[in-house]
């Protein structure tokens, strides 16, 4: 089955960086989007960031001017550049990607724990 399977994660101090990256592997044959969630304890998950198979880039309001996302969609790997962390940045962040197996993501990572300390 397909597998996603994130990196990166750990401790950081507020206003530092962290880089984080996802491979996925499988019978996959097509990637349209992958992008990034995190939820935090207590919290409901939500959107971070995407981009599409031809470089369509998408952020939440949150992380705009902060986060960067990159990758090679064909190639169903991505990253996410994390700069400037705040301490309400804390969460687990997961990947995910669109395949077109069904409406919206398909498969989803594990997560990687990314705390920010004030």
């Known amino acids: 089955q397909v597998q996603l399977v994130e990196s990166g994660g750990g401790v950081v101090q507020a206003g530092g960086s962290l880089t984080l990256s996802c491979s996925a592997s499988?019978?996959?044959?097509?990637?349209?989007?992958m992008g990034w969630f995190r939820q935090a304890p207590g919290k409901d998950r939500e959107f971070v960031a995407s981009?599409?198979?031809?470089?369509?880039?998408n952020y939440a309001d949150f992380v705009k001017g902060r986060f960067t996302i990159s990758g090679d969609v064909a190639k169903n790997t991505v990253a996410l550049q994390m700069n400037s962390l705040k301490p309400e940045d804390t969460a687990a962040y997961y990947c995910a990607e669109e395949t077109g197996r069904s409406s919206g993501y398909d498969y989803w990572g594990q997560g990687t724990q990314v705390t920010v300390s004030s």
């Open positions: 499988g019978r996959i044959f097509s990637t349209y989007t």
């Open positions: 981009i599409t198979w031809n470089g369509i880039t």
